[in-house]
């Protein structure tokens, strides 16, 4: 009997979550209070639009505060990782987690505490693909606003390289522009610019 990614509908020896997929979520979770910090400098719209309201006459007019911001810094990353994290404890049998301290402090120990256990997490939490989901939709709420620089390319498609036990990769593969080769982050395989096509045709439709 065979399983598939909660996230990527890749199939699956066992366990509900791929390692590309596990691997994304684990990156995700140790940025999270570096972009949960970096929302502080975007509390007001004059950071985003101070152009528009001096063009309009208003730059000396004290500017409110962006509500999608604070709904993020001040409740809402810190609730989410937190409920994660209660949810996993609780299937555990572990009880409820402290929630103390200021926000920021909430949200690294939580985002931590949860890439601590992602390896059960993929391997035996039967939620972990909609927790991907969720934690992959915070991230993008916050680079929104926040802006995101760097190129992680586009979605080419999932390392098919497989294992001496027969167990397929699955790692998410990305694309930069003008790259003539891919190494897969997660088991190192190799893929010349020729093997592209096979790899887009071989992606979830959806992905």
Not at 163 to 184: K, N
Request: proline fraction near 4%.
């Amino acid at each position: 009997m065979t399983a598939s990614c909660g996230l990527c509908d890749c199939a699956l020896v066992d366990g509900y979550l791929c390692p590309g997929d596990t691997l994304a979520l684990a990156e995700r979770l140790d940025r999270m209070p570096k972009l949960y910090d970096a929302l502080a400098g975007f509390l007001s719209p004059a950071t985003r639009a101070s152009a528009e309201f001096v063009s309009r006459g208003h730059a000396g007019a004290s500017l409110p505060v962006d509500e999608a911001v604070l709904d993020l810094r001040y409740g809402g990353i810190a609730l989410i990782l937190e409920g994660w994290r209660s949810g996993v404890q609780r299937v555990r049998g572990w009880g409820e987690p402290t929630t103390e301290g200021s926000i920021g402090g909430r949200v690294l120990r939580a985002a931590r505490w949860l890439g601590m256990e992602l390896s059960w997490i993929a391997a035996s939490y039967p939620a972990a693909g909609d927790l991907a989901r969720e934690i992959r939709e915070l991230e993008g709420a916050v680079l929104s606003i926040v802006g995101a620089t760097e190129d992680r390319g586009n979605r080419i498609g999932n390392c098919v390289a497989v294992d001496a036990s027969g167990v397929v990769c699955g790692a998410v593969l990305r694309h930069r522009h003008g790259e003539t080769r891919l190494v897969c982050p997660w088991c190192t395989c190799v893929y010349e610019a020729q093997d592209f096509l096979m790899l887009r045709t071989l992606q979830p439709e959806g992905a």
